[in-house]
Antibody, heavy 123, light 110 residues
Framework: VQLQESGPGLMKASETLSLTCAVS??????????WTWIRQPAGKGLEWIGH???????DYNPSLRSRVTISFDTSKNAFFLKLVSVTASDTAVYFCVRNSAAFYGATPSFDSWGLGILVTVSS | QSALTQASSVSGTPGQRVSISCSGSRSNIGNNGVSWYQQFPGKAPQLLMSRTSQRPSGVPDRFSGSKSVTSASLAITGLQSDDEADYFCATWDDSLGGVVFGGGTKLTVL
């Protein structure tokens, strides 16, 4: 399976970030997978943003829930991230990832990662 | 501040055994398994250990994982220079209702 992120690399504060993850080699609408967004500021750790399950249920990191929307399009076999009102603290590499955890609350197993896309927010 | 606590760095010499720890709480590691990821500079992380102690295909048996109460550990035996990387732990947090990561441990092979 391959995942490929796309979107703007440079943004201004207060704008809305929109990223796309194109998936090949697997269907986002089948199997027991959570399709996930994770980000990593330069030189720092990983932060889980949220995911959707193949049934369509969606979960978000509570710290970002008020600003984040994850959606998907099965006809395009792609999923999306929208983050509103970005600030410099949203500057990070954003990864789209497949989590093969079979059910809600299962131990995460992020087994396929995109290359990541660097998003820089300027103030 | 990460929900899971990892030492910022650890080091060892070739052939040595090193252990990387990941400390959490009852709502995360205490109730759930842990996965581990290896990340080289400029690259995406790679799954190193799933469900606490299960190695994905292709991961050498020099890597092993364990858990005790609210802490988990990743052990590397026969340390090699190629093991120099950042290592992250992750688990599900029942209180948060989401995935939490450790801050990462940088392994240096001297």
């Amino acid at each position: 399976v391959q995942l490929q992120e796309s979107g703007p690399g440079l943004m201004k504060a207060s704008e809305t970030l929109s990223l796309t993850c194109a998936v090949s080699g697997a269907s986002i609408s089948s199997g027991n997978y959570h399709w996930t967004w994770i980000r990593q500021p330069a030189g720092k750790g990983l932060e889980w943003i949220g995911h959707f399950y193949t049934t369509g249920s969606i979960d978000y990191n509570p710290s970002l829930r008020s600003r984040v929307t994850i959606s998907f399009d099965t006809s395009k076999n792609a999923f999306f991230l929208k983050l509103v009102s970005v600030t410099a603290s949203d500057t990070a590499v954003y990864f789209c990832v497949r989590n093969s955890a079979a059910f809600y609350g299962a131990t995460p197993s992020f087994d396929s990662w995109g290359l990541g896309i660097l998003v820089t927010v300027s103030s | 501040q990460s929900a899971l606590t990892q030492a910022s760095s650890v080091s060892g010499t070739p052939g040595q055994r090193v252990s990387i720890s990941c400390s959490g709480s009852r709502s995360n590691i205490g109730n759930n398994g842990v996965s581990w990821y290896q990340q080289f500079p400029g690259k995406a992380p790679q799954l190193l250990m799933s469900r606490t102690s299960q190695r994905p295909s292709g991961v050498p048996d020099r890597f092993s994982g364990s858990k005790s109460v609210t802490s988990a550990s990743l052990a590397i035996t026969g340390l090699q220079s190629d093991d120099e990387a950042d290592y992250f732990c992750a688990t599900w947090d029942d209180s948060l209702g989401g995935v939490v990561f450790g801050g990462g441990t940088k392994l240096t092979v001297l």
